[in-house]
């Protein structure tokens, strides 16, 4: 029971890295017109994935310095991730083979 809460939490951290990573690549291309910014259906995607990413980058945003027009939230919150994941797997190997 443990272990499928584990593969549950590791599973929806795993999607929210691909969402991080899917908002970053898209506000590039959107950034540098490679996409169309007034077709609706970037617009749309592009806000749907600001609005999933923005909870997560605000707390990060607070405490980091200004850089300019560079934006580092996504990826303390990329390590924070993965940092959530590698603990997540040591406490199911410290729980030993009951769990796994």
Known sequence: MIFALFQIVDMLLQVLTW?????VIL???????????HSGFVRTLVEVLERITAPFYRPIRKFMPDFGGL???PLVLLLAIYIVRQLLYGVALELGPTVL
């Open 71 to 73: 934006d580092f939230s």
């Open 19 to 23: 969402i991080i990573i899917g908002q």
């Open 27 to 37: 506000s590039w291309l959107f950034a540098f017109n490679v996409i169309n910014p």
